[in-house]
């Protein structure tokens, strides 16, 4: 990257199994998309439900669709599921693979590092979700997210982590029950940890080009020192992105400090 194309920030949102309905999702949809199409140094994308997907139109390359999930076979007898070429047929950009709530339902390491393989081969960029349920003095937790970080590229060529995006989220700070927001200089910490991680396994001499984003209690008030003291590429928005004036508000924050 030379030093005038400046990187832009990414903001992803997962809707989660929000809203009830359709209506809803359009409304809180249009009112984003009309915003954002304004946006010229941030890249937005909206994780919706699978349901709502197809009425959704988006425009341009700042504003995209991704999925919360996605299946690695391409096609076939797997009820219930939907796959990769499905979602990159429909316009799907991005897809979040190993959120905490997935893990909870049984995701595994293994079916996190299938996933990730299937959506580079969709060209679709993986957002790959890692993060400890608690903290320990020790440090036993940066194992944890190493061993998951490890687990979930087996097998990818260096030349892919350019594609790929790391979405680090603490299971303790996501959600209504988070028992604390990070600091800024534990997220900082986790993002060069990140790196270096990368690093050793790529064996990269500089900083490897991959995306670390922040998820994780992100609002309209956090949003600017996350981006700034935290120094990662982006956010993973939850609850503040169903309401459409906090997400406006959390992306124009983030595009006016990329100014
Ligand atoms: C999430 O679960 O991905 C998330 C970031 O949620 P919240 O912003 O609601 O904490």
Not at 15 to 37: E, R
Request: proline share 4%.
């Amino acid at each position: 990257m030379t030093k005038k194309e400046k990187q832009k920030f990414l903001v992803v949102a997962n809707w989660k199994m929000n809203p009830v309905s359709g209506k809803l999702a359009k409304q809180i949809f249009s009112s984003v998309k009309k915003v954002s199409n304004k946006l010229r140094n941030i890249d937005t994308v909206i994780c919706p439900p699978y349901i709502f997907m197809e009425n959704m139109k988006t425009s341009g390359h700042r504003f995209v669709l991704g999925a919360q999930d996605l299946f690695a076979e391409p096609e076939g007898s797997f009820t219930g599921n939907i796959s990769y070429i499905q979602l990159k047929n429909l316009g799907v950009k991005y897809s979040l693979i190993g959120h905490s709530e997935k893990r909870k339902e049984g995701e595994t390491n293994q079916s996190i590092n299938e996933k990730v393989k299937a959506s580079l081969k969709g060209m679709i960029v993986p957002i790959i979700c890692i993060g400890e349920d608690k903290r320990d003095e020790a440090g036993e937790y940066l194992k944890f997210i190493k061993d998951q970080l490890v687990s979930s590229l087996v097998g990818l060529s260096k030349n892919s982590i350019k594609d790929i995006v790391i979405a680090y989220e603490p299971i303790w700070a996501i959600g209504k029950d988070a028992k604390r927001e990070p600091t800024t200089s534990e997220i900082f910490e986790m993002n060069i940890f990140i790196k270096k991680v990368l690093s050793d396994i790529y064996d990269t001499k500089s900083v490897p080009p991959t995306k670390i984003l922040y998820g994780g209690s992100v609002n309209e008030k956090n949003i600017e020192s996350i981006l700034k003291d935290g120094g990662v590429d982006g956010v993973l928005v939850g609850r503040a992105s169903l309401d459409p004036k906090k997400f406006i508000e959390i992306l124009k924050k983030a595009e006016n400090l990329n100014k």
